[in-house]
């Protein structure tokens, strides 16, 4: 027991927990994770925020749930470090330090990669859901992303929330 409570701890606080950012023998930094998606959120899909969507508890709920894989889970931390990689590449800046105009660029170019493709399909998935999603999962706060599309929502809602 002693063991799953400390693996499903250590699992939990990685989002929480800073990460040294390093090139070569230069210490660029110490950042969270989820400090870089919050800013990736937001230079994704701006109106996030002004639209309470509370997309950075999503991805964090996402990250710690068990019916989402690890590999999924692992993807979207290992993004962040290669998203960083290419930031202190060409700037020398971790990715939250630059200015948007520089963020911009980073997310262009990574975005001609495979991986950095996916990944930010990945975050602006999971952006949108933030936002459209039902507010039982504490999300889309007073169905302002559905006001937002004149979206009536159907019918029955959830009683529950099922993450």
Known sequence: MFKNSRRTFLKQSFLSTAVLVMAGDKLFG???????????????????????SNASAYISLILNHSRVSDRDKAFIRNGV??????????????????????????????????????????????????????????????????KWLHHTAGIPRPTKAFL
Not at 95 to 121: A, D, F, M
Not at 129 to 141: F, H, V
Request: aromatic content about 12%.
């Open 30 to 52: 110490a950042i969270t994770p989820l400090e870089t998606l919050v800013v990736v959120q937001e230079d994704l899909f701006p109106h996030a925020k002004e639209l309470s």
């Open 81 to 146: 470090q290669w998203l960083n990689e290419e930031a202190i590449l060409q700037y020398k800046k971790l990715y939250t330090q630059l200015s948007p105009v520089n963020r911009q660029n980073i997310l262009h170019t990574v975005s001609n990669e495979k991986w950095g493709e996916r990944w930010l399909y990945t975050l602006l998935t999971y952006t949108m859901e933030a936002m459209l999603g039902d507010p039982i999962y504490g999300i889309n706060k007073n169905e302002s992303g559905w």
